[in-house]
């Protein structure tokens, strides 16, 4: 039972450079979030998805491109990599949505941009 | 707006002793209210989670928390702390988006937890 995972755990790249976190989840859960963690402001919310190819914009999108072709993958895309992006990415999962049901995260991602 | 608050950033407890992290929320209807836990390294972990009823949640490795709606407060708390205890908690409230049927959570900025032996 994977559940969800994010490759790759750790990334360090350099400003400019366009990064892809990978999310997969195998419990076909139809809705998928990224949220980026950062120390005194806990997590953010950068895009969501409620079912392939439907996405929408969270709090803090600016530098950001996800998709979702299939149900299960949720790329994040930082299409030009800036030092403010540095932070531990997180992707979660949950079966429904409406604000009541439970997120089940994966691992995170720590990005590093030099 | 809907948003959470967690005043204390840092909690140190001795091994054995009560808990009680606190958390505070804004949220113009009933509330989804969940909490959360953070392992170093880790991903989140629900704790518990409290959408109507009972408004004493119980939930999992021994905590529980109360859900006070003339306090807007939905404290989390543990008797008796174990070491494997430490780690970084995070209340949130489960709020719609916008007029739409989607949802989110919102999250406090986390209390860290340290256990003294």
Known sequence: ?114 | AQSVTQPDIHITVSEGASLELRCNYSYGATPYLFWYVQSPGQGLQLLLKYFSGDTLVQGIKGFEAEFKRSQSSFNLRKPSVHWSDAAEYFCAVGARIGGSTLGRLYFGRGTQLTVWP
């Open chain 1, 1 to 114: 039972d994977a559940g969800i995972t994010q490759s790759p755990r750790y990334k360090i790249t350099e400003t400019g450079r366009q990064v892809t976190l990978m999310c997969h989840q195998t419990w076909s859960h139809s809705y998928m979030f990224w949220y980026r963690q950062d120390l005194g402001h806990g997590l953010r919310l950068i895009y969501y998805s409620a079912a392939a190819d439907i996405t929408d914009k969270g709090e803090v999108p600016d530098g950001y491109v996800v998709s979702r072709s299939k149900t299960e993958n949720f790329p994040l895309t930082l299409e030009s990599a800036t030092r403010s992006q540095t932070s531990v990415y997180f992707c979660a999962s949950s079966p429904d949505s409406g604000g009541k049901d439970t997120q089940y995260f994966g691992p995170g991602t720590r990005l590093t941009v030099l």
